[in-house]
């Protein structure tokens, strides 16, 4: 298709678990980004990739998040031992390029993850 | 750093009467500044923009928000909503010198009632 995907849409697992988000972004866009939605929280940036790069990796919440791109294409968040605290609606987005407030974000409609 | 304020949580209203969704922000540096939709179970639409120029910026399906630079706000509002307007709204800033990172207000859930 067209947009972002992202997969899979939901996401049940026992705590403790290891678990992989994928995103596909729009073809041509180079810069990747992950965003998490929870309750808590609201909308949350975790970390952005512009190629196979990524600069910024602050908002990753703990050591137990990683997340890596390949081919400049796809991309997969880990969450290794996830705990209860860890479920949420992960969002990824995908744009031109960044840098450039003119090149707007597109987002994916998510992975919705539950950590029992 | 930067931060963003939706002082209303949910906003009901009538169809086809105005409604205006307050979002006001704190920045030190100069920022663009952004409103998104969300439609259940759906991830986020970009509603419209502000980049530079005219404060007054229009999407293409009756929405209008006005950069007010004083104030620090950047209000959205529409003359008359739609049953179909019923979803969550957000607000968003970035930085203009390193724009990346979204940041987003808490949210405004609009419930267009019949």
């Known amino acids: 298709g067209a947009g972002v995907s992202q997969s899979p849409s939901n996401k049940v697992t026992e705590k403790g678990k290891d678990v992989e988000l994928r995103c596909d972004p729009i073809?041509?866009?180079?810069?990747l980004y992950w965003y998490r939605q929870s309750l808590g929280q609201g909308l949350e940036f975790l970390i952005y990739?512009?190629?196979?790069?990524?600069?910024?990796k602050s908002g990753l919440p703990s050591d137990r998040f990683s997340a890596e791109r390949t081919g400049g294409s796809v991309s997969t968040l880990t969450i290794q031992r996830t705990q209860q605290e860890d479920s949420a609606v992960y969002l990824c987005?995908?744009?031109?390029?960044?840098?450039?407030?003119?090149?707007?974000?597109?987002f994916g409609d998510g992975t919705r993850l539950s950590i029992l | 750093a930067q931060s963003v304020t939706q002082l209303d949580s949910q906003v009901p209203v009538f169809e086809e009467a105005p409604v205006e969704l307050r979002c006001n922000y704190s920045?030190?540096?100069?920022?663009?500044l952004f409103w998104y939709v969300q439609y259940p179970n759906q991830g986020l639409q970009l509603l419209l923009k502000?980049?530079?120029?005219?404060?007054l910026v229009e999407s293409i399906n009756g929405f209008e928000a006005e950069f007010n630079k004083s104030q620090t706000s950047f209000h959205l509002r529409k003359p008359s909503v739609h049953i179909s307007d019923t979803a969550e709204y957000f607000c968003?800033?970035?930085?203009?010198?390193?724009?990346?990172?979204?940041?987003f207000g808490s949210g405004t859930r609009l419930l267009v009632r019949p």
């Open positions: 987005a995908s744009s031109l390029r960044v840098g450039q407030g003119n090149q707007p974000q597109h």
């Open positions: 073809s041509g866009h180079t810069a």
């Open positions: 990739f512009q190629g196979n790069s990524a600069p910024d």
């Open positions: 920045s030190s540096v100069s920022v663009y």
């Open positions: 502000y980049l530079s120029g005219s404060t």
């Open positions: 968003a800033v970035t930085r203009m010198d390193s724009s990346y990172k979204l940041i």
